[in-house]
């Protein structure tokens, strides 16, 4: 079995930071890719950024410039700094990770939100 453990979520004004982290661990537990997702209310769930175990990384439009995915391939962990953040980056952020073996498995979700 693998888990996922996701921290970093928050409530912050226009304009600020936050920093999720999700670390993955069990048994077998290499992956091909690790990402994060979000869902806002009313809305369905869209990519933010997913990183590569080679380091390939596909960020959203919205949140280029403003994003930041990075990994830590020795401890299973990405990362997402989130700068100058909008009211409509509200949402739950839910981690993801390809893994080799067990296929795609999601993270309970942390909540992001915005204030204006």
């Known amino acids: 079995q693998v888990q996922l453990v996701e921290s970093g979520g928050g409530l912050v004004q226009a304009g600020g930071s936050l920093r999720l982290s999700c670390a993955a661990s069990?048994?077998?537990?290499?992956?091909?890719?690790m990402g994060w997702y979000r869902q806002a209310p009313g809305k369905q769930r869209e990519l933010v950024a997913v990183?590569?175990?080679?380091?390939?990384?596909n960020l959203a439009d919205a949140v280029k410039g403003r994003f930041t995915i990075s990994g830590d391939n020795a401890k299973n962990t990405i990362y997402l700094q989130m700068n100058s953040l909008k009211p409509e980056d509200t949402g739950v952020y839910y981690c993801?990770?390809?893994?080799?073996?067990?296929?795609?498995?999601w993270g309970q979700g942390t909540q992001v939100t915005v204030s204006s």
């Open positions: 069990g048994s077998r537990a290499r992956f091909n890719a």
């Open positions: 993801k990770v390809e893994f080799s073996f067990w296929g795609d498995r």
């Open positions: 990183i590569t175990k080679g380091g390939t990384i």
